[in-house]
């Protein structure tokens, strides 16, 4: 049995699937964004039929004959044909509609997902605050270390520059002392540069240290929550905190959910339908049949309206993320209807 609604209902059974789908992108199989009033649902369906053969039958008659004078009788076998219906099995396929609750009807409290109650508008206050501290990696680039610089050796000091008066006019001689002093000199003065640069290099390097001790690769940010953020935290919280219970139909409603931290796929999504109506998010049921890997059984999970689209969220399962569900086949669930209160 095959059904078209584009939705992802995942059975209470460990039926995992090859998905490592983590993303919600607007062509997710469990994002619903349908503008109609009514989901059109076509399932194939395997029905009994008769057909009438006509047969050809071997018949057991009583027939009487007279033998030396008296009557008698005995059995004969005849051949008839005779019409018998026999059965056997057709797809047929059939077309109904569910309709498609709008977000206007998926505020307000009900019976079993009361969004009023103080314990759930608490849970639900501190699942979505406004905003959040979150540590995240430093946009500023970390600091740097500045290019070595090596320590030069050091230089003499040149003397006064020799005059020519003082070699009593040997213009030979003359010549040879400057040359000397004047390669003294350019030396000396290369070392004062040479050792500028170092002394510039340490002042540098000490800089560099405590921009790097004051350095941290993390750092705290507060954030604004959005829509999305919120609903992914009250999911988490029911598919983490409370633990699932096989039975049928409601027993606890979201309020007896929360206290007794159990609760089957109905209880379930009657406290996450409850928290997300207490922080503002419209919520609203879906019930359908589903295929887990022990064969077909009723199921109900939640779905939340975030930014324009319906996310699923069926917290029966730990192996299942807000808006991705892998454990029921979600190609071949058969859709029962969609509620903004559960009528069972």
Same mark, same amino acid.
């Given at each position: 049995?095959?059904?078209?609604?584009?939705?992802?209902?995942?059975?209470?059974?460990?039926?995992?699937?090859?998905?490592?789908?983590?993303?919600?992108?607007?062509?997710?199989?469990?994002?619903?964004?349908?503008?109609?009033?009514?989901?059109?649902?076509?399932?194939?369906?395997?029905?009994?039929?008769?057909?009438?053969?006509?047969?050809?039958?071997?018949?057991?008659?009583?027939?009487?004959?007279?033998?030396?004078?008296?009557?008698? /009788?005995?059995?004969? *076998?005849?051949?008839? %044909?005779? &019409?018998?219906?026999?059965?056997?099995?057709? #797809?047929?396929? +059939?077309?109904?509609?569910?309709?498609?609750?709008?977000?206007?009807?998926?505020?307000?409290?009900?019976?079993?997902?009361?969004?009023?109650?103080?314990?759930?508008?608490?849970?639900?206050?501190?699942?979505?605050?406004?905003?959040?501290?979150?540590?995240?990696?430093?946009?500023?680039?970390?600091?740097?270390?500045?290019?070595?610089?090596?320590?030069?050796?050091?230089?003499?000091?040149?003397?006064?520059?020799?005059?020519?008066?003082?070699?009593?006019?040997?213009?030979?001689?003359?010549?040879?002392?400057?040359?000397?002093?004047?390669?003294?000199?350019?030396?000396?003065?290369?070392?004062?540069?040479?050792?500028? /640069?170092?002394?510039? *290099?340490?002042?540098? %390097?000490? &800089?560099?240290?405590?921009?790097?001790?004051? #350095?941290?690769? +993390?750092?705290?940010?507060?954030?604004?929550?959005?829509?999305?953020?919120?609903?992914?935290?009250?999911?988490?919280?029911?598919?983490?905190?409370?633990?699932?219970?096989?039975?049928?139909?409601?027993?606890?409603?979201?309020?007896?959910?929360?206290?007794?931290?159990?609760?089957?796929?109905?209880?379930?999504?009657?406290?996450?339908?409850?928290?997300?109506?207490?922080?503002?998010?419209?919520?609203?049921?879906?019930?359908?049949?589903?295929?887990?890997?022990?064969?077909?059984?009723?199921?109900?999970?939640?779905?939340?309206?975030?930014?324009?689209?319906?996310?699923?969220?069926?917290?029966?399962?730990?192996?299942?993320?807000?808006?991705?569900?892998?454990?029921?086949?979600?190609?071949?669930?058969?859709?029962?209807?969609? #509620?903004?209160?559960?009528?069972?």
């Amino acid at each position: 049995m095959i059904c078209v609604f584009p939705s992802a209902a995942l059975t209470e059974n460990q039926y995992a699937l090859n998905s490592n789908n983590t993303n919600i992108g607007l062509n997710d199989k469990n994002v619903i964004q349908v503008n109609a009033a009514y989901y059109s649902v076509t399932i194939k369906q395997k029905v009994k039929a008769y057909r009438k053969i006509r047969t050809k039958v071997k018949v057991r008659v009583k027939v009487r004959y007279k033998y030396k004078g008296k009557w008698r /009788s005995t059995y004969k *076998y005849r051949y008839s %044909y005779r &019409y018998v219906y026999k059965p056997y099995y057709k #797809y047929v396929y +059939k077309t109904y509609k569910v309709r498609n609750v709008p977000p206007e009807e998926c505020k307000t409290a009900t019976k079993n997902a009361q969004s009023n109650d103080a314990q759930i508008k608490s849970l639900a206050k501190s699942l979505t605050p406004t905003t959040e501290n979150v540590t995240v990696s430093n946009p500023n680039p970390k600091p740097t270390t500045p290019a070595l610089v090596e320590n030069p050796c050091p230089v003499s000091e040149p003397g006064s520059e020799p005059q020519i008066t003082d070699f009593n006019g040997n213009e030979t001689a003359y010549q040879e002392a400057w040359n000397a002093w004047n390669e003294t000199n350019t030396s000396y003065n290369n070392y004062l540069k040479a050792k500028q /640069s170092y002394d510039q *290099y340490l002042t540098d %390097y000490a &800089y560099y240290g405590q921009k790097l001790s004051q #350095y941290d690769e +993390k750092i705290t940010v507060t954030k604004k929550l959005t829509t999305l953020e919120k609903a992914t935290n009250i999911f988490n919280w029911v598919r983490d905190c409370v633990n699932y219970s096989f039975y049928y139909n409601t027993k606890r409603g979201a309020i007896g959910t929360l206290n007794s931290r159990i609760g089957n796929c109905v209880d379930l999504s009657h406290l996450i339908v409850a928290l997300s109506r207490a922080a503002g998010i419209p919520a609203r049921y879906v019930h359908a049949n589903c295929k887990f890997s022990s064969g077909w059984c009723g199921h109900v999970w939640a779905q939340l309206f975030v930014n324009g689209k319906w996310i699923n969220a069926d917290a029966s399962n730990n192996i299942n993320d807000f808006g991705v569900i892998r454990n029921w086949n979600t190609k071949n669930d058969i859709l029962e209807g969609v #509620y903004s209160s559960l009528p069972f």
